[in-house]
T-cell receptor, first 116, second 114 residues
Framework: AQTVTQSQPEMSVQEAETVTLSCTYDTSESDYYLFWYKQPPSRQMILVIRQEAYKQQNATENRFSVNFQKAAKSFSLKISDSQLGDAAMYFCAYRGTYNQGGKLIFGQGTELSVKP | EPEVTQTPSHQVTQMGQEVILRCVPISNHLYFYWYRQILGQKVEFLVSFYNNEISEKSEIFDDQFSVERPDGSNFTLKIRSTKLEDSAMYFC????????????FGPGTRLLVL
């Protein structure tokens, strides 16, 4: 069974600086999708970025980028120029392609605080 | 921008009562999902639904749970006889396809069972 692990329960960053959140996963599949979701205090789940495993190029979305290391099964999220609004819980999630139901498997989350 | 909506935002119920949580997925989406998040824990998959059938369900999704698409827009999760441990945030999500498409989440329903 696939698993997703986020080993950093909490992280802190100074406003305007860069922070990296870690995520590792375990799977026997060769094709899959990885996601980072943000959950602010409102608890709404908001997509931050996605990565297709067959793509070698790391995904980027404005200040957010990933470092996808397929062989190491690592998928970290880098937030550049951190803003106060980035403070939230961040979840890494995995979805396989063999599983036709399409379920997402989430990590435990990393609580990010941003200091002014 | 289209979004997933959920009602109610909060629900308080007594143990043993039935609750129905409602979701309106994004209109052109074909796959629907329910997840739950117990306070302080990770988000857990409950069920996926396509073409009026359950595609996949987790071990959590036992006989007390059911899902339905009663009309062309709503997608519901019913808990027949609520337990204290059903207290959680319930998220509905939808996607165009099951594979390769992003799932968009609703704002959640916070369920408290007393």
């Amino acid at each position: 069974a696939q698993t997703v692990t986020q080993s950093q329960p909490e992280m802190s960053v100074q406003e305007a600086e860069t922070v990296t959140l870690s995520c590792t996963y375990d799977t026997s599949e060769s094709d899959y999708y990885l996601f980072w979701y943000k959950q602010p205090p409102s608890r709404q789940m908001i997509l931050v970025i996605r990565q297709e495993a067959y793509k070698q190029q790391n995904a980027t979305e404005n200040r957010f980028s990933v470092n996808f290391q397929k062989a190491a099964k690592s998928f970290s999220l880098k937030i550049s120029d951190s803003q106060l609004g980035d403070a939230a819980m961040y979840f890494c999630a995995y979805r396989g392609t063999y599983n036709q139901g399409g379920k997402l498997i989430f990590g435990q989350g990393t609580e990010l605080s941003v200091k002014p | 921008e289209p979004e997933v909506t959920q009602t109610p935002s909060h629900q308080v119920t007594q143990m043993g009562q039935e609750v129905i949580l409602r979701c309106v997925p994004i209109s052109n989406h074909l796959y629907f999902y329910w997840y739950r998040q117990i306070l302080g824990q990770k988000v857990e998959f409950l069920v996926s639904f396509y073409n009026n059938e359950i595609s996949e369900k987790s071990e959590i999704f036992d006989d007390q749970f059911s899902v339905e698409r009663p009309d062309g827009s709503n997608f519901t999760l019913k808990i027949r006889s609520t337990k204290l441990e059903d207290s959680a945030m319930y998220f509905c999500a939808s996607s165009v396809r099951a594979i390769g498409e992003t799932q968009y989440f609703g704002p959640g329903t916070r369920l408290l069972v007393l």
